[in-house]
């Protein structure tokens, strides 16, 4: 059973960084797009940014210079480094991966950034 598991939200002051971690687990024979989408109550959920096999990034324009998405490929790790956080940054946050050439979701992890 392949599956993501997110770690890292929490609560956190306006200006305030966070780091989430997802790491998939389970009969995994290829990884390819790793990324990070968001949900805020009441919207869709959005990109916020994804990284190829290769480590080519792209972002969300909101989160361009704020965020940086990383991954660790011994690991099957995924990371994203958030400063500078916004009130409008709060969403649940979801992991997403490309296992096995299908796509998987983490459960997600609560953002709160408080102004």
């Known amino acids: 059973q392949v599956q993501l598991v997110e770690s890292g939200g929490g609560l956190v002051q306006a200006g305030g960084s966070l780091r989430l971690s997802c790491a998939a687990s389970g009969r995994i024979f290829s990884i390819n797009a790793m990324g990070w989408y968001r949900q805020a109550p009441g919207k869709q959920r959005e990109l916020v940014a994804i990284?190829?096999?290769?480590?080519?990034?792209n972002y969300a324009d909101s989160v361009k210079g704020r965020f940086t998405i990383s991954r660790d490929n011994a690991k099957n790790t995924v990371y994203l480094q958030m400063n500078s956080l916004k009130p409008e940054d709060t969403a649940l946050y979801y992991c997403?991966?490309?296992?096995?050439?299908?796509?998987?979701w983490g459960q997600g992890t609560q953002v709160i950034v408080s102004s």
């Open positions: 997403y991966a490309n296992l096995n050439e299908l796509g998987y």
């Open positions: 990284i190829s096999n290769l480590s080519s990034t």
